[in-house]
């Protein structure tokens, strides 16, 4: 009974996990960014799904989308505000580069945090669910939307393989994560690239945070826990590894599922940061890490 | 020509400093009170800027190091008192935090970059759950409660951290204008090549690591003392230790003092901007922003008037 929970709730949130480390790996992978604003993007798509659905009253079909157009909006924001100008800032050396882009991110995704904080107060928002009800599986009484929530999960993330794998955009964008000279050479255009890139990740988190918050609830305090788990998986499976991620993802979610449920929900993060500390210190490069 | 923008940066200091000097007889105690921990966060931020602006070190766990120190002086101090001296305990904190910054350090400088970054951030997380998990040791979330002070005293408080800031300050300076300073620079912009003439890369990072958290501890300790609590909103939440890295790279890296400026000026600003409530901390974090974006040699970069540094 417990096993069969912990398995369920596990791979619903592993794959929410796995979703939201999706695209920060691979804006890292293919533009060498880590984007610090992740967790207040997911929360703005989640919090603009919330008021739309809610507080207008268009539903949850239409709140999805006004939420998912959010994150992409808020990714494009992002980067053309706090990513793009430092990239192309001549008075910043190429070796700072990172840390500026670090610090701008972490203080775009502060301001986002605080205006939604401003706007909608601070309390937990819940989406409301695509899907109501609950089901009765294998002994487990669950909500159904959970279910949808790992299958939607699922589905984008094949959407993605598709897209990276067999599109020609797709294919590119790969191209550009291995050698960024070799595309140029070919004559495509690399910022036309990063916008792509930009775009599916806001696409991504967009997806992610809304169905985050159907199933956990957000609020802007979630900002800087959900940043930090997203870097956590994406080190852990290997920057700029998207099956690295994934499965990295399914190792956190059932590590903090089953110490929440068998010992106690206070220690949920803890053996996964020790497991981090661990993969640190004797494979650097994370567990599928190309370098 | 350098000697003339070095110059009015050197008039500006002074100027800075006698206001400081002078400032107790004027402005009441809850100034000074704000001024006080505005000092001590400059002392974090300084001991950061070291680490980050010369030996090129990303950490995002300042926080472990001043938690590490504050907390080790507050529980010492919560258990023994009064049979221990505040000072004893203000000195174990500094100790205990470089015997962290040594352990933290030795696995994260086998790794570079963003997963130094991680290491550190990952050791902050832990030391948050630590404490959070071993209330009845720590005070939880709740916080610690700290039976003695250093002084109930603003004024003298005031004093305490001045002289702190400004002697750390120097030291600090100092060590980076002297050769190990430009060892740790060359070696944070040049790994390979700083090795190849000879120097040890290694050992001065770790030498930086360890100045580093001994002000960093230091500076929680005698905090802890001030506040005469220690939690974990204060001392080790990744919020500090972000406002931290901000108020040193608005203020300008790699110059130790312009991260004591931002510190003041980040403090100040939240201080100013209160009656605003919410958007207080958005206004901040809007000009902290545009700061980077624009001047990224921060306020030491505008003051210098875009001289080549």
Redesign the interface.
Same mark, same amino acid.
């Given at each position: 009974m417990l096993f069969w929970q912990i398995l369920i709730d596990g791979f619903a949130v592993s794959a929410l996990y796995a979703l939201g480390a999706t695209g920060f790996t691979l804006i890292f992978g293919v533009s060498g960014v880590?984007n610090l604003s992740h967790g207040a993007i997911m929360v703005g798509a989640a919090v603009a799904a919330w008021a739309a659905s809610g507080e207008l009253g268009v539903g949850p079909y239409v709140g999805a989308l006004i939420g998912i157009a959010t994150g992409v909006l808020l990714s494009f924001a992002t980067y053309f505000?706090?990513v793009r100008? &430092?990239q192309l800032?001549p008075?910043?050396a190429e @070796?700072e580069k990172? &840390?500026?882009i670090?610090?701008?991110t972490?203080?775009?995704g +502060? +301001?986002i945090q605080? @205006?939604i @904080? #401003?706007l909608f107060t601070n309390n937990a928002k819940t989406v409301l669910p695509i899907i109501e009800g609950v089901v009765t599986f294998l002994g487990v009484r669950t909500p159904a939307n959970e279910f949808f929530t790992a299958a939607v999960c699922w589905v984008a993330i094949f959407f993605l393989w598709l897209l990276v794998n067999k599109t020609r955009r797709g294919k590119a964008v790969m191209a550009a994560s291995m050698n960024p000279k070799g595309v140029t050479l070919l004559g495509i255009e690399l910022s036309s690239i990063y916008l792509t890139v930009w775009a599916i990740y806001g696409l991504l988190a967009g997806i992610a945070g809304i169905l985050l918050g159907m199933f956990l609830g957000v609020s802007s305090y979630s900002v800087?826990p959900l940043t930090?788990s997203a870097?956590?998986i994406v $080190?852990l499976g290997g920057?700029g590894s998207v099956s690295g991620s994934l499965i990295a993802a399914y190792v956190v979610g059932y590590l903090e599922t089953a110490t929440a449920y068998l010992i106690s929900p @206070? #220690?949920r993060?803890?053996p996964a940061?020790?497991l981090? $500390?661990i993969v640190? #210190?004797l494979r650097?490069?994370g567990l599928f890490g190309r370098r | 020509m350098r000697a003339l923008p070095s110059s009015r940066l050197f008039w500006i200091g002074l100027a800075a400093f006698l206001v400081a000097m002078a400032l107790p007889l004027y402005v009441s105690g809850y100034v000074l009170g704000l001024l006080t921990v505005a000092y001590y966060t400059a002392v974090f931020a300084m001991s950061w800027d070291l680490l980050f602006g010369f030996a090129g070190e990303v950490n995002f766990g300042p926080t472990f190091l001043i938690g590490v120190g504050a907390y080790t002086a507050g529980i010492l101090d919560a258990q023994f008192s009064p049979g221990i001296s505040v000072y004893l305990c203000i000195v174990a904190g500094a100790f205990a935090a470089v015997v962290g910054g040594v352990v933290l350090a030795l696995p994260a400088l086998r790794v570079s970059g963003p997963y130094f970054g991680l290491t550190t951030l990952v050791a902050v997380l832990m030391l948050q759950n630590f404490v959070i998990v071993a209330a009845s040791l720590t005070g939880g979330e709740i916080g610690l409660a700290v039976p003695d002070v250093l002084s109930i005293d603003a004024t003298t408080n005031y004093w305490i951290a001045f002289v702190f800031m400004a002697v750390s300050g120097a030291i600090l300076y100092g060590l980076s204008v002297s050769p190990i300073g430009l060892i740790l620079q060359a070696s944070g912009q040049d790994k390979v090549q700083a090795g190849a003439l000879g120097f040890n890369v290694t050992k001065h990072k770790l030498a930086a690591f360890i100045v580093s958290a001994f002000f960093s501890g230091l500076a929680g300790a005698l905090m802890v003392f001030y506040m005469g609590t220690a939690s974990v909103g204060t001392f080790i939440d990744v919020a500090v230790a972000v406002q931290i890295i901000i108020a040193a790279v608005i203020g300008g890296r790699r110059t130790v003092i312009g991260a004591a400026i931002g510190a003041i000026f980040l403090i100040g600003m939240g201080e100013l901007l209160r009656p605003l409530g919410e958007l207080a901390t958005l206004i901040v974090s809007v000009i902290a922003l545009a700061v980077i974006l624009f001047f990224p040699d921060g306020f030491v970069g505008m003051l210098r008037g875009g001289a080549k540094a």
């Open positions: 880590l505000i706090a100008p &430092i800032s008075k910043i @070796a990172e &840390i500026f670090l610090t701008a972490l203080l775009w +502060i +301001i605080e @205006a @904080a #401003y800087g930090a870097f956590s $080190v920057l @206070a #220690y993060t803890i940061l020790l981090l $500390v640190m #210190y650097p490069q | -």
